[in-house]
C-alpha cells in the first residue's frame, strides 16, 4: 500500500511524534530539520539554507558527500549485489579492502575483522581480548583498563570502558561490568612524560596486572594527549600478556 505524501511540515511533525532520534528527550525532543540534499561540505536544507557539516556526518564521510568515486564504486556494487552474510561466504571486495588494510598495518597486524559500526568494533575487540586470556587458562584476566575522559560507543561493553563519571552513560552504571580506569594524562603535548602520569601508570598494572585482559585507547586522532603513553604502555603490558587495543 502506498502512502500519502505528506508537505515538509508534516513530515517533520510526523518525525516528532513518532521517530527517537539519538542524543535528545523522548518526551521534550530537540527539533530536527530535513534535509533534502548533500554535496561536498554541504548539507542543503528543505528550506533552501546549506550548513556546512563540520562533523562529517559523525565521522563517516571524511571525503564529503557524493564523491564521484565513492558513488560509482556503491552503484557498480548495487549492480552485482547490496549484502551477503560474511559466515562461510566471501567476495572480492572484502578481500580486496583486506590485503590493502594489512600492507598498511605493521608487521604482526595481518588479520582483518571486519565490523559495521565503532561501537561494534569495540565489542568485538572486548570480546576477542578476553577469549585470548581464556584460550590462554588465564581466566582471571577479564577486566579492562581504559582512560579517564575516554569515549569508546553507546553499546553495552563500549560503554563500560567509557568515562564513568563525566560520560554520558551514569544511568547503567549498576548494569556495566565495571572496568579499572587510569587517570587521564597530564603530561604536555609532546614532552616526555611527566613523574604523575608514569606513577599512576605503573600503580595501576601493580595493582591490577592479575586481572587485566587488555587495555583500550583511541591515539592520535581525536585524542592526542594519550599518545604519550603508547610506548611505554606498550612496553609495560608486553611483560604480563595484556593486550593494547588501540584504534583510530
Excluded at 33 to 53: C, F, S, W
Excluded at 86 to 115: K, Y
Aim: net charge negative; with cysteine.
Amino acid at each position: 500500500m502506498s502512502l500519502p505524501t505528506l508537505s515538509t511540515d508534516a513530515s517533520i511533525q510526523f518525525d516528532q511524534e513518532h521517530i527517537w532520534h539519538p542524543y535528545t528527550s523522548m518526551i521534550n525532543p530537540s527539533p530536527v530539520y530535513m534535509v533534502t540534499e548533500a554535496k561536498g561540505v554541504y548539507i542543503t536544507l528543505a528550506d533552501g539554507r546549506q550548513l556546512i557539516d563540520g562533523m562529517a556526518s559523525w565521522w563517516s564521510v571524511i571525503h564529503g558527500y557524493q564523491h564521484p568515486r565513492l558513488n560509482d564504486a556503491a552503484k557498480k556494487q548495487l549492480d552485482q549485489f547490496s549484502h551477503v552474510m560474511f559466515g562461510g561466504l566471501t567476495h572480492q571486495p572484502a578481500i580486496d579492502l583486506a590485503r590493502r588494510l594489512v600492507d598498511i598495518t605493521p608487521e604482526g597486524l595481518d588479520r582483518v575483522f571486519f565490523a559495521d559500526s565503532g561501537s561494534v568494533s569495540v565489542e568485538v575487540a572486548i570480546k576477542m581480548a578476553i577469549q585470548y586470556q581464556q584460550a590462554k587458562g588465564q581466566l582471571e584476566k577479564h577486566r579492562l583498563i581504559s582512560l579517564r575522559c575516554g569515549y569508546h560507543g553507546d553499546t553495552f561493553a563500549a560503554m563500560s570502558v567509557c568515562d564513568p563519571v563525566t560520560g554520558m552513560h551514569q544511568l547503567f552504571q549498576g548494569t556495566l561490568k565495571q572496568q579499572i580506569f587510569l587517570p587521564a594524562p597530564v603530561t604536555p603535548w609532546q614532552e616526555a612524560i611527566c613523574e604523575e602520569d608514569l606513577t599512576a601508570l605503573e600503580n595501576t598494572f601493580t595493582a591490577h596486572h592479575h586481572e587485566v585482559a587488555a587495555l583500550i585507547l583511541e591515539p592520535v586522532v581525536q585524542a592526542p594527549v594519550e599518545c604519550v603513553f603508547i610506548q611505554l604502555i606498550t612496553y609495560v603490558m608486553s611483560a604480563d600478556s595484556v593486550i593494547n587495543m588501540m584504534y583510530c
